[in-house]
Structure formats: C-alpha cells, structure tokens
C-alpha cells in the first residue's frame, strides 16, 4: 500500500541545480526513515543522504556534502532532494527510500530500507 512517486530532475549543466521530489502514500513522514540513494551504470547503487529519526538532521556522503540537501514538507506528504553546484560525476538515477521500522537510527544502506521510489534521472553534462 506503500508508494513513492518521485518527479523531477533531468539535464542540468554542470554547475546548475535541480530538485528530485518524492511523494508518499500510505507512508507517515513523521517516522522520518528516508534516505535517498543514486545509481550510475554499470555501478552499485550508492547512498547519499538520510534522514536522523531522532532529530530530523540530515546526513550526506562527502562527495554532496554542501551541494545537496534533504527537505521533509509533511503537509505535501513530499520529501525534497534540492542538489546544486551539480557535477557530472552527480549524474545518475536517483531514489528516495523509506523504512517501515528504523528503530530511530538512520542508514545510508540500500538494505535498510523496505519502500522505493521508481528513480529519477539527473543527467550533469555541458
């Protein structure tokens, strides 16, 4: 009964700034168990930022560190990945996730998560 529509994305040039969006149904934000995650070809799927059920706080990989940011907006049911100063190496499908049970911790590894969003392209290049 769980599902994540994402939107947004698609061709930025290096530099540029998008914003991947993620909508949930049957799912309660408030848990806080998100993440979001990105895949290249030919590479593994990589964790990028999650969410702190504790505190709210968000936590990002060095490489987005500054550049990427999580927003919860609970009365749109949406979860926001707002990305700027984007790179070419950014370039990538991009998922948000949610876990049904995350025991107030967080995690960046694809495992944890039970919900996912169909991905979102974001394509960095000149």
């Known amino acids: 009964q769980v599902r994540l529509d994402q939107s947004g994305g698609g061709s930025v040039r290096p530099g540029g700034s998008t914003r991947v969006s993620c909508e949930s149904y049957?799912?309660?934000?408030?848990?806080?168990?998100i993440g979001w995650f990105r895949q290249a070809p030919g590479k593994e799927r990589e964790g990028v930022a999650a969410i702190d059920p504790g505190d709210g706080s968000a936590h990002y990989i060095d490489s987005v560190k500054g550049r990427f940011t999580v927003d919860l907006d609970y009365d749109e049911r949406t979860v926001h990945l707002q990305m700027d100063n984007l790179k070419p190496e950014d370039s990538a499908r991009y998922y948000c996730?949610?876990?049904?049970?995350?025991?107030?911790?967080?995690?960046?590894?694809?495992?944890?998560?039970?919900?996912w969003g169909q991905g979102t392209q974001v394509t960095v290049s000149p």
């Open positions: 049957g799912y309660n934000l408030e848990k806080k168990c």
């Open positions: 996730a949610a876990a049904s049970w995350c025991g107030g911790s967080w995690s960046l590894r694809s495992s944890y998560y039970n919900y």
